[in-house]
C-alpha cells in the first residue's frame, strides 16, 4: 500500500517562503524508479500541476511558479520537497503530493498520469 504524506504547510505573508515535504511508504524498495508531483487546487478551480521531478532527477514546471518554486527528492529518504520563494496569494491553495511508476507521468503535469496522492497541505498566503 503506497502512501503519501505531506507536511510543512501554513500561512505566510507574500513575498515569504515555505518547503513542503513529502514523506513515502509502502514501495520504499522502488521509491527512486517513481516519477513525483505536486499538484494544488484552490477553492472553486480544478487541480492543476505546480512542478514534477522524474526518477532520474528532471524536472518540470508550471509557468506561473518558474523561478519561483523548486522541486527535489532524496531517495534515500524517501521524501519529496517543494521549496516556495517569493510567495503569492495566488499560490494560496492545498497543495498536494503525488506519485507514479508510469511512463507517462515522467515529468508530467497532469494529474491523471499519477496513480497515487497524499493527502494534501494548505498553504496561504496573504498580501
Known amino acids: 500500500q503506497v502512501q503519501l504524506v505531506e507536511s510543512g504547510g501554513g500561512s505566510v505573508q507574500a513575498g515569504g517562503s515555505l518547503t513542503l515535504s513529502c514523506a513515502a511508504s509502502?514501495?520504499?524498495?522502488?521509491?527512486?524508479?517513481?516519477?513525483m508531483g505536486w499538484f494544488r487546487q484552490a477553492p472553486g478551480k480544478e487541480r492543476e500541476g505546480v512542478a514534477a521531478?522524474?526518477?532520474?532527477?528532471?524536472?518540470s514546471y508550471a509557468d506561473s511558479v518558474k523561478g519561483r518554486f523548486t522541486i527535489s527528492r532524496d531517495n534515500a529518504k524517501n521524501t519529496l520537497y517543494l521549496q516556495m520563494n517569493s510567495l503569492e496569494p495566488e499560490d494560496t491553495a492545498k497543495y498536494y503530493c503525488?506519485?507514479?511508476?508510469?511512463?507517462?507521468?515522467?515529468?508530467?503535469?497532469?494529474?491523471?498520469?499519477?496513480?497515487?496522492w497524499g493527502q494534501g497541505t494548505q498553504v496561504t498566503v496573504s498580501s
Open positions: 521531478i522524474d526518477s532520474d532527477g528532471s524536472t
Open positions: 503525488t506519485a507514479g511508476p508510469r511512463s507517462t507521468a515522467r515529468r508530467s503535469l497532469v494529474s491523471n498520469d499519477y496513480d497515487y
Open positions: 509502502g514501495y520504499t524498495l522502488y521509491y527512486s524508479r517513481y516519477h
